[in-house]
């Protein structure tokens, strides 16, 4: 095979990946509430992370995008429900953005991600007290 040209390919470019809310990884049972034509069907899943804003996660019986769903979260008291949209959906993960939270839902989240933080800092000390000397958190 002849080719005339050798061209090599562009080196990738980093990726900057800006959220609005940073994400913390985690594995929580939830609870996924879909409202179909026959009624409503409840499915279980588990989150792959979570922020204020919403999560991903894997379901069983994946939701279509665009669906509407309830969430429920685990909590010490009890369990919080939130209204989300599903953002994209495959058989692998759902993605889920919330609608405006509850005071009682913010501080069910605000509750599990002080705990992912805790469990993150206890993991990789060393990652958190080289943040600390440039002012991030």
């Known amino acids: 095979m002849y080719l005339e040209s050798r061209r090599t390919m ?8 800006n959220r609005r809310e940073r994400r913390y990884v985690a594995t929580i049972p939830i609870r996924v509430q879909r409202f179909l034509r026959f009624g409503p069907f409840v499915t279980r899943g588990l989150t792959l992370d979570i ?3 919403g999560m991903s996660a ?11 769903v309830v969430i429920e979260l685990p909590s ?6 939130m209204l989300a949209t599903v953002r994209h959906s ?6 889920f ?16 991600m002080r705990e992912l933080k805790q469990h993150e800092e206890t ?3 060393y990652l958190y007290t080289a943040a600390g000397k440039f002012g991030c958190d």
Do not use: H, M
């Open 58 to 68: 894997l379901v069983c019986g994946a939701p279509r995008a665009g669906e509407t």
């Open 97 to 112: 953005e919330f609608y405006p939270l509850s005071p009682l839902a913010e501080q069910g989240i605000q509750d599990w």
């Open 10 to 17: 562009p080196r990738p470019e980093p990726y900057n990946f």
């Open 76 to 81: 010490r008291g009890s369990p919080v429900e």
């Open 51 to 53: 922020s204020v804003r």
């Open 123 to 125: 993991l990789f000390p």
């Open 90 to 95: 495959s058989d692998a993960k759902s993605g």
